[in-house]
C-alpha cells in the first residue's frame, strides 16, 4: 500500500469557479478525515467519514464545501464558487482506530490557489 | 474542546544541540497526544504519539516526548540536532471517543551549521 493519496497537487482557479479534490486513503482505513491548512497555521478539522458515513462537519465546512465518499473507498472534496479565502492546503488522512493506533496517516495534500 | 498551545513559532538551533520543542494541552478527559512534522509542501508525518501508556514516548528519528499531566505539557525533545531536522512541527491532541484531531499552529525548526 502506497500511503493516502491526494489528486491533484496543485490546482490554479479562477475566483467563482468549482474546484474538486480526490483522496484515496490506506485501503483497510475505515476513517477518512478532511482538513484545510493555511499558511503559518496547524492544520483545521473540516469533516470525517467512518466508511461511507460522513459523521462530522466543521463549521468551517460552509454550505459551498460538500465532501463525499460514495462506496467507503475515496473521498471526494468539493468548493463550489471559489473565494479567494478558500486559498489554502486541504489535507486527507485516514485512520482504523479498531487497532488502537490512533495516529492519522496523512497524504501530501492539495493546495488550492484562487486567483 | 481540545485544544494545543506550541510556545514559539519558531526555534533555532545550532548542528549537535538540544532541540525542545513545547507543547501545553487543554483538555476535559485525558487526552491522546501527538507530535507530526511536516516538511515544505508535503503532508505530515507522525513522529511519535501518547495514548496513556508510558508517559515517555519515543518516536522516530530520535525524537522523545513526555507526557506531564501535572504540567499539561508534551514537550518534543531531541538530544542532538541534525540539519535534516528542520522542519515545521505540530503538536496534536485528540480525546477518546472525539474525531476531531486539534492541531497548534506549529513551530518552525532550524538548523544552522
Known amino acids: 500500500d502506497t500511503g493516502v493519496s491526494q489528486d491533484p497537487r496543485h490546482k490554479i482557479t479562477k475566483r467563482g469557479q468549482n474546484v474538486t479534490f480526490r483522496c484515496d486513503p490506506i485501503?483497510?482505513?475505515?476513517?477518512l478525515y478532511w482538513y484545510r491548512q493555511t499558511l503559518g497555521q496547524g492544520p483545521e478539522f473540516l469533516t470525517y467519514f467512518q466508511n461511507e458515513a460522513q459523521l462530522e462537519k466543521s463549521r468551517l465546512l460552509s454550505d459551498r464545501f460538500s465532501a463525499e465518499r460514495p462506496k467507503g473507498s475515496f473521498s471526494t472534496l468539493e468548493i463550489q464558487r471559489t473565494e479567494q479565502g478558500d486559498s489554502a492546503m486541504y489535507l486527507c488522512a485516514s485512520s482504523f482506530p479498531q487497532t488502537r493506533d490512533y495516529g492519522y496517516t496523512f497524504g501530501s495534500g492539495t493546495r488550492l490557489t484562487v486567483v | 474542546a481540545q485544544s494545543v498551545t506550541q510556545l514559539g513559532s519558531h526555534v533555532s538551533v545550532s548542528e549537535g544541540a538540544l532541540v525542545l520543542l513545547r507543547c501545553n494541552y487543554s483538555?476535559?478527559?485525558?487526552?491522546?497526544l501527538f507530535w507530526y512534522v511536516q516538511y515544505p509542501n508535503q503532508g505530515l508525518q507522525l513522529l511519535l504519539k501518547?495514548?496513556?501508556?508510558?508517559?515517555l514516548v519515543k518516536g522516530i528519528n530520535g525524537f522523545e516526548a513526555e507526557f506531564k499531566k501535572s504540567e499539561t505539557s508534551f514537550h518534543l525533545t531531541k538530544p542532538s540536532a541534525h540539519m535534516s531536522d528542520a522542519a515545521e512541527y505540530f503538536c496534536?491532541?485528540?480525546?477518546?471517543?472525539?474525531?476531531?484531531?486539534?492541531f497548534g499552529a506549529g513551530t518552525r525548526l532550524t538548523v544552522k551549521p
Open positions: 501518547y495514548t496513556s501508556a508510558a508517559t
Open positions: 496534536a491532541v485528540s480525546e477518546p471517543g472525539n474525531n476531531d484531531m486539534r
Open positions: 483538555s476535559s478527559v485525558p487526552p491522546y
Open positions: 485501503s483497510e482505513h475505515n476513517r
